[in-house]
């Protein structure tokens, strides 16, 4: 079991300790650490993991003595072999007329538990959960908890990962896996019981999305409470969801595939010691009509690890009921089966409504008292046939529909082994004869019309003179008609006849016919009535009187006869393949007055036949047709003689061993409207089963049509169209897969699983093309349809139109996402244009009036570029001058552009101290005016006599130098003195008077 059981053992010791009535109000579930206990994983068997034995499993396996989980369990084990049970409810009950047990954890309790293993496939494998419903209870006050468990048997140690209830999945650290758990704080459950009956259900369906969804239950006299609704969430449109019981093999864990409802410990493997029982147990599976009790049974479970002992589980049966019991009281005791398909009975009920209950009782009871029980033991049905298993005894059947309106009775005898099927109908009992009249000394016959399924016992009561010759019981089977031979020794008058018919005890029809006694001749009218075309002559009647003599004369008209007159009419008159002819008494004695009037039937003599296209294995028809006004029925082929104009009826389909397989006929009814061959055609049909989640398309036979689950004739042509579903204008579904080819025949039944994967429309707007990681891959985006769950990025690559031309990204919504619907991906971008610059110097200018270097880049388009007119200089005494700006200094960028300066280079020349920037190459000629006494030159950077010309390449700076003419100087001595003494002596005295500030002298 779970480590949850463990929690609520330790409440319920908190609640033996507390008064009753305190109990709830005080303690909750919540106030404990669930993980605070260890939990058992459903006893495994690795060994014994998917092991398949034809002989069948050991059932002693896990347990042979007790300590064990004792009960009632199906195994799948019975007196002929192992077998396999499929359903998807099961239904366990527990009747606690008193209990006391020790647990292992010093407390009162134990656990009641239906366990069972649900199966399901998906994807080519078959899973395996082992679920459960369990209450733990308090024998000590009475006090019960219900919660569910689920755990994985698929394979060993296997974890319950993906599941979504009211519950939550916890884990064993015990034994290392996942399970499943849930409480129910629901009414009923945290309460002291008020019953002694606690009910069990699971049951399993499949959603929307053919995932298995598991509900729970329970009802202890609160009423039925669905406390838990599980859904397998991993799996999509799973096959073969139910439970299963299968004798022949284990399951992946190495577990059984049995159904359980047994008492154990209250949790982790603990075991109970019981000491006083008188305990109950019932196990039912749901055969698509009812709940109906397991066949073959054993007091044992095996896959729990929660055990009891001292325990003593036998046979019983509910002797109102009849219904088989594991009944479990204190004692030692043994493992072993309880009952078999051969110690019990099978009865069939079919039940002449669509739903209702029905109320089964051993006819040892009187049918007043039995209405005492009938809460009890009624069993609610619906489709109109009820299957029980029984003990083998005689019993009285109830039927009532919906509105509880009772529809049928019958009374059945079972023996061992038997499977027995009986009808309901309403009883009754109706005289064909209202009343009798009696010559004296003679006697008659009367007919009683019974309507009833089983033994009716008849009593009649009549006054002195007059006997009556009657069956004391007969058996009827829907409806018979009972003769009663009334002698009359009376003298003439008036009397009563009381008939009392019992369909079973207490339940009966009282019958009152009067009787008139005379004396006088018989008055016979003779008669008879035709259905159909009028015979080619008239029936005869032959009258063989008491005196020996006879006369035969037409049926018609009224004679009279003495009494004891002997009777034989005509039955049949014959005319090839056609006849006339009744099925009513045509030979008997006269004894009173009356009418003799005969019914005949026109009948055609028919071959009833059947021809069967394709395929083996089909079951024979058995068809209706009429004949004397009943419909009876025959089994194909057969000769008949059927009423003219009558009807018939074979059945639509013939059924197949193989699950799929049927054969139809269109003409399976008419009217026998001549003799001769009747034949009835069937095709052979198989089951194509599709699961698509969208509508699929195919060729059938040619023939473009909507594919869906349905039979089809057998060698059909079907060419599975692989058409997308368009859900939306942004959405679709694409086939990627088909189980079976795209191209088949059916020739068998068909599985056809379709498989698809969402796309949604991704819509570009861009004016370049783009590129993207798609799910990680780099590629060109274009607009089209993406898989759900696509990742993409799109990426911020610069588009090269030409070399000197570009598109660059400004915008990119949405940029990075994982694409679950229809989208639309907007790119923006905005021009730019390669400005390439040449130029000696760098280049200023204005890009949309901000001042920045211009080098060779990208400028976007319609920027304004105004070149700056600058002097760059290189140095102080050498610059650059722009001269020119190509194409233009002012521009609008609208294309690419080649920039280029054109500039002057000029070198500072300085001569005697006047600088000023010349430009390279200029000539520059060293002119200088000196007397005739003096000699000029230059002295610089180029040493050379005036009147030297020199040409600018770099800087130049020259001072002229004037020097004596010495040739001249000599020549003119005494003259130079002179003047330059007098020169001199004239400088001083007004350098004199300019020191001294004075005036003149």
């Known amino acids: 079991m779970k480590n949850s059981i463990v929690v609520v053992i330790f409440i319920l010791i908190v609640i033996s300790i507390i008064q009753p009535s305190q109990a709830w109000s005080n303690v909750s579930v919540e106030h404990y650490n669930v993980t605070n206990y260890v939990a058992s994983i459903p006893r495994e068997n690795v060994s014994l993991a998917n092991k398949y034995n034809a002989n069948g499993v ?316 009938m809460s009890f033991f009624e069993v609610p049905f619906s489709g109109s046939q009820v299957t029980l298993t029984l003990y083998p005894m005689t019993y009285a059947i109830l039927v009532y529909n919906s509105n509880g309106v009772m529809v049928g009775e019958a009374n059945v005898g079972l023996s061992q082994g038997e499977n027995s099927v009986t009808g309901v109908t309403n009883f009754a009992v109706i005289p064909q004869t209202n009343s009798v009249d009696l010559d004296q000394g003679t006697s008659t016959t009367i007919y009683l019309d019974i309507e009833a399924y089983g033994t009716v016992s008849l009593s009649v009561t009549s006054p002195n003179g007059i006997s009556v010759q009657y069956p004391g019981s007969v058996n009827v089977q829907g409806s018979d008609t009972i003769p009663l031979t009334i002698s009359d020794s009376a003298p003439p008058g008036s009397y009563s006849l009381v008939i009392n018919a019992s369909l079973f005890p207490g339940f009966y029809k009282a019958i009152y016919i009067p009787i008139t006694v005379a004396s006088t001749l018989l008055s016979l009218n003779l008669g008879y009535s035709v259905n ?141 409207s001549s003799p001769g061959n009747l034949t009835v055609y069937y095709q052979n049909q198989y089951y194509l089963q599709l699961s698509s ?79 993207a990681l798609i799910n990680g891959e780099n590629s060109t985006l274009l607009s089209g349809w993406f898989d759900q769950g696509t990742t993409i990025q799109v990426e911020n690559i610069t588009y090269y139109v030409t070399p000197g031309e570009r598109e660059v990204i400004s915008r990119i919504s949405p940029g990075q996402f994982i694409l679950n619907s229809s989208t639309t991906i907007t790119v923006k971008t905005f021009t730019q244009y390669f400005v390439n610059v040449t130029s000696p110097i760098p280049v200023k200018a204005y890009l949309n009036n901000s001042e920045v270097t211009l080098t060779p880049s990208w400028i976007n388009a319609g920027t304004s570029i105004r070149v700056i007119n600058y002097t760059y200089n290189v140095s102080p005494q050498e610059r650059l001058v722009i001269v020119k700006v190509n194409p233009e200094s002012s521009i609008t960028l609208t294309s690419p552009l080649n920039l280029s300066l054109v500039t002057v280079k000029q070198y500072l020349v300085s001569i005697n101290g006047v600088s000023k920037f010349l430009n390279q190459g200029t000539i520059v000629k060293l002119n200088a005016s000196v007397p005739f006494y003096d000699v000029a030159h230059f002295e610089g950077t180029y040493n050379v006599p005036a009147g030297t010309s020199l040409l600018v390449n770099q800087s130049v700076t020259e001072v002229l130098v004037i020097t004596p003419n010495y040739p001249v100087v000599v020549g003119i001595p005494m003259t130079a003195i002179v003047v330059g003494l007098a020169i001199f002596l004239w400088r001083r005295s007004v350098s004199s008077r300019s020191h001294k500030g004075g005036q003149p002298p």
């Open 693 to 771: 989640p969208i509508p699929v398309y195919a060729l059938i036979n040619g023939e473009n049509s909507t594919l869906l689950s349905g039979w089809f004739d057998q060698g059909t042509t079907i060419q599975v169209e692989n058409i997308t579903y368009y859900v939306t204008p942004g959405e679709r579904e694409v086939m990627t897969g088909v189980s079976t080819p795209l191209t088949f025949t059916v020739n068998f039944p068909e599985d056809v699983r379709v498989s698809t994967v969402t796309q949604y429309y991704l819509q570009l707007s861009s004016p370049i093309p783009v590129y």
């Open 58 to 373: 050991n059932i002693y396996g896990s347990y042979s003595s007790e300590p064990a989980p004792m009960g009632i369990a199906d195994y799948g084990i019975s007196p002929n072999g192992p077998f396999e049970r499929t359903t998807t409810r099961w239904l366990g009950e527990v009747l606690v007329n008193s209990l006391q047990a020790e647990s292992t954890f010093n407390t009162p309790c134990v656990s009641f538990q239906e366990n069972v293993v649900l199966n399901y496939e998906y994807d080519g494998n078959t899973y395996a959960l082992w679920v459960q419903d369990v209450a733990l209870y308090n024998t000590s006050n009475g006090y019960i908890i219900f919660f569910d468990n689920i755990w994985n048997s698929t394979k060993p140690e296997a974890n319950v990962t993906a599941v979504a209830g009211n519950g939550n999945l916890s884990y064993s650290y015990s034994d290392g896996v996942y399970f499943y758990y849930d409480w129910a704080y629901t009414p009923g459950s945290f309460v002291q019981l008020t019953t002694s009956k606690i009910l069990f259900l699971v049951n399993v369906t499949t959603n929307q999305y053919g995932q298995p969804v598991i509900y729970f239950w329970y009802n202890d006299g609160y009423g039925w409470v669905n406390y838990d609704q599980v859904t397998v969430t991993n799996v999509a449109y799973a096959t073969n969801v139910y439970f299963l019981v299968d004798g022949y093999q284990y399951t992946g864990s190495g577990n059984y595939y049995d159904a359980e409802m047994v008492m154990g410990g209250p949790g982790s493997g603990s075991s109970a010691t019981v000491y006083n029982a008188n305990v109950d147990f019932l196990l039912e599976y749901w055969n698509g009509n009812n709940f109906q009790e397991v066949r073959n049974a054993y007091n044992f479970g095996s896959d729990t690890a929660e055990t009891v002992s001292n325990v003593n589980v036998q046979y019983y049966h509910y002797y109102v009921g009849g219904w088989p019991i594991a009944y479990l009281s204190a004692g030692s005791g043994s493992l072993g089966p309880l009952w078999s398909q051969d110690s019990t009975s099978t009865l069939v009920v079919d039940t002449n409504t669509n739903s209702g209950y029905i109320y089964v009782y051993n006819d040892a009871y009187s049918y007043q008292t039995a209405q005492n029980y």
């Open 532 to 672: 159909g075309e009028a015979p080619p002559s008239t029936p005869t009647i032959t009258l063989s009187f008491p005196n020996g003599t006879s006369l035969s004369i037409p049926l018609r008209g009224v004679v009279k006869v003495p009494p004891g007159t002997e009777y034989q009419v005509q039955q049949s008159i014959m005319m090839g393949n056609t006849r006339w002819s009744t099925d009513e008494q045509t030979t008997g004695v006269i004894s009173s007055s009356g009418s003799l009037t005969l019914v005949y039937y026109e009948q055609y003599l028919v071959t009833f036949n059947f021809q069967v296209q394709g395929g083996f294995g089909y079951s024979v028809p058995t068809f209706t047709y009429t004949s004397f006004g009943q419909t009876r029925q025959a089994t194909a082929p057969t000769t008949v003689w059927a009423d003219v104009n009558s009807n018939y009826q074979f059945p639509a389909q013939l059924q197949s061993q193989v699950q799929g397989e049927r054969w139809v006929t269109q003409e399976g009814s008419g009217t026998v």
